[in-house]
């Protein structure tokens, strides 16, 4: 069993930035993929960022250039930097673990990220 904490979300201007931090507990943090997702009001949850467990990483179109994942599997621990925030950033962030083969799958409560001047 993982457990998923997200923290760093808040309110920032355009143009601003913000790191959201996603602490895992339990074992084997190394052997899973991490990702981050957001929700905003109306719409379907869609994926930002992932990272794998060799540190490949991908991003949506919407963000490439200003978000960027990285992970330390010492400290458990799966950040997204976002900068050069956008009013259309504004959602619920959720952080994803996936075990790389059992396939098991977590997510963690969300943190909610507001863009506005």
């Known amino acids: 069993q993982v457990q998923l904490v997200e923290s760093g979300g808040g309110l920032v201007q355009p143009g601003g930035s913000l790191r959201l931090s996603c602490v895992a507990s339990g074992s084997a943090f190394g052997a899973y993929f991490m990702g981050w997702y957001r929700q905003a009001p109306g719409k379907q949850r869609e994926l930002v960022a992932t990272?794998?467990?060799?540190?490949?990483?991908n991003y949506a179109d919407s963000v490439k250039g200003r978000f960027t994942i990285s992970r330390d599997n010492i400290k458990k621990t799966v950040w997204l930097q976002m900068n050069s925030l956008k009013p259309e950033d504004t959602a619920v962030y959720y952080c994803?673990?996936?075990?790389?083969?059992?396939?098991?799958?977590?997510w963690g409560q969300g943190t909610q990220v507001t863009v506005s001047s």
């Open positions: 994803n673990g996936r075990h790389s083969y059992l396939g098991n799958n977590y």
């Open positions: 990272i794998t467990t060799n540190g490949n990483t």
